[in-house]
């Protein structure tokens, strides 16, 4: 059975930092690009970040350019999202989600094949 279990959520004050994880079981993610997205209640999940299979390619929503960084380790957990400076509008719960492809990360979240089970991210002003 494909897992990912995100991690590394929590409360943080405004102009703070965390790194998130994103750990996968039942396959390796190698050959996947990678994506991270955000939900805020009442609203639709939205891109945040992707990376491509290599991780020479990465691409980020332009709310968290600069201050978001996406990174891969293949040999471990496939996927890491490092958040600093972080806003109280960036409070939401993150997915990861992986997408069988050898291009760049695609931003619509109905292109990928796998999805893990969030991590809630609160920042307070």
């Known amino acids: 059975q494909v897992q990912l279990v995100e991690s590394g959520g929590g409360l943080v004050q405004t102009g703070g930092s965390l790194r998130l994880s994103c750990a996968a079981s039942g396959r390796t993610f190698s050959n996947y690009a990678m994506g991270w997205f955000r939900q805020a209640p009442g609203k639709e999940r939205e891109f945040v970040a992707g990376i491509n299979w290599s991780g020479g390619i990465r691409n980020y929503a332009d709310s968290v350019r600069g201050r978001f960084t996406i990174s891969r380790n293949n040999a471990k957990n496939p996927v890491y999202l490092q958040m600093n400076s972080l806003k109280p509008e960036d409070t939401a719960v993150y997915y990861c989600?992986?997408?069988?492809?050898?291009?760049?990360?695609?931003?619509?979240?109905?292109?990928?094949?796998?999805w893990g089970q969030g991590t809630q991210v609160t920042v307070s002003s």
């Open positions: 989600a992986a997408k069988r492809s050898e291009s760049i990360a695609p931003r619509a979240a109905r292109e990928y094949e796998y």
